[in-house]
């Protein structure tokens, strides 16, 4: 019984690290959202949202895997 709700948060967080990769949304990260209202060097950005979607979608293959 321990393994559903490991099941449903890793596919949950996966399938937010995919939209986080993809520049779609940021919402649980609000600092830098607030950080992003001024930047200018969009390749940071990219880079920064690209870096985060691989973590996050690492942690949800993690919580699959166990």
């Known amino acids: 019984m321990d393994t559903f709700p490991a099941i449903i948060i890793g596919s949950l967080i996966i399938i ?6 993809n520049e779609k949304m940021l919402w649980l990260l609000i600092t830098y959202k607030t950080r992003f209202k001024d ?3 969009e390749k940071h950005k990219k880079k920064v ?15 699959l895997v166990i």
Not at 16 to 21: A, D, R
Not at 49 to 63: A, C, H, M, S
């Open 39 to 41: 930047e200018t060097d």
């Open 16 to 21: 937010y690290g995919v939209f986080v990769y």
């Open 49 to 63: 949202y690209k870096t985060y979607g691989i973590i996050l979608i690492i942690i949800g293959t993690v919580l």
